[in-house]
């Protein structure tokens, strides 16, 4: 059967093997190449499913070298399927260099939903807003990390960790403000999957004088705006002046840079 499209996006598991859609299995059965970051780590998913496509490398390291192969590869009218080591493609995943060149060559692509670290996480933790930035991983120095946080502070802000660094991270945020809620998810969906929401320096002491492992991703809690009421008056001169709830929220949100869901607390 010929497919509807050439390329396909498929995301894996991020540590249950059973974490993978019908589609995503009958979608790399029938393409004619997998294109891949680890043929070793792929191989063992593909083993496991009996799926017997070809696979062939790309990453980070050869992404430009081989979008020429994988163009003339579709131009010959075959079909190719992306997948990265685990979770969900592009999401700080290699791929963008391939998908803007596979959009020049008009290229008919499309993705499929399935696992992903950040929104298996973020649907088991509870919050007072929908809104949130996500960040990938976080730079490496103290000062770039501090500088990042000052500027979300008032977002859910969430990122992925290496075990190595989070302690060094959460620390360095800690010492920016000592009361703040974080949330963290560990190894989610393998055996030791631990979700802990809860002050940030009780997880330091949580992850203190341990051997941290697994793989992680955390959430800053937006920080609530204590020095909103400055902005009272002003609120209440755009009331008075006729201007509807949401548009004052907008006004004051541009112009204050001040989070919404913190001006609802004074508008209502
Ligand atoms: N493409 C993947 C996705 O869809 O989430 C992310 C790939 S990124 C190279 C790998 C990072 O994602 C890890 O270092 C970790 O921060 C996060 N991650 C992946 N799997 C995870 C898991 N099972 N539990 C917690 N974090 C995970």
Known sequence: MKRKFDFYIVPTPIGNISDITLRAIEVLKEVDIIACEDSRVTQKLLNHYDIKTKCISYHKYNEKERVDSLIKILNEGKTIALVSD???????DPGSILLSEL???NINITALPGACAVTTFLSQIPRD???FKFIGFLPKSEKQILDLYEENKYTNMVFYESPNRILKTLKIIYSKNHNLKIA???ELSKMFEEIIVDDILNVINHFSNTEIKGEFVCMTFAQKNQEL??????IEKLKEQGFKPKEISEIIST?????????KEILY
């Open 184 to 186: 963290i998810g560990r």
């Open 86 to 92: 685990a979770g969900t493609p592009m999401i700080c």
């Open 229 to 234: 009421s400055y902005l009272k008056d002003k």
């Open 255 to 263: 112009l204050y840079e001040v989070n919404k869901n913190d001006i």
């Open 103 to 105: 959009k020049k060559n």
């Open 129 to 131: 807003t929908e809104e």
